[in-house]
Nanobody, 124 residues
């Protein structure tokens, strides 16, 4: 089992930045791939970013490429999503997710473990 706890959400103006953190407990951090999935009201969930088991590879949704950066700290069992140049359309609940596969997941159903979610609101 993997327990995930997110933090770092909040309200920010368009063009601003936020950093989300996800602390993992239970299974050894280096043995899970992780990612962030967001869901805005009335919209489908979107896989925003994912990082591989080793931390050596990442993938991003086209909507956030060049603006968001996902990184991991094995010593702290934590991943970070740095979000820059935020837009109102980035407003959503962001969920941290994990899976025991090695590669950075490219689809939401691959994730088997989920955090409680953190709200990100970007005002125009």
């Amino acid at each position: 089992q993997v327990q995930l706890v997110e933090s770092g959400g909040g309200l920010v103006q368009a063009g601003g930045s936020l950093r989300l953190s996800c602390a993992a407990a239970g299974r050894t951090f280096s043995s899970v791939a992780m990612g962030w999935v967001r869901q805005a009201p009335g919209k489908e969930r979107e896989l925003v970013a994912a990082i591989s088991w080793s931390g050596g590879s990442t993938r991003y949704a086209d909507s956030v490429k060049g603006r968001f950066t996902l990184s991991g700290d094995n010593a702290k069992n934590t991943v970070y999503l740095q979000m820059n140049s935020l837009k109102p359309e980035d407003t959503a609940v962001y969920y941290c997710a994990a899976t025991t596969t090695r590669q950075a997941p490219n689809a939401i159903p691959i994730f088997g473990f989920w955090g409680q979610g953190t709200q990100v609101t970007v005002s125009s």
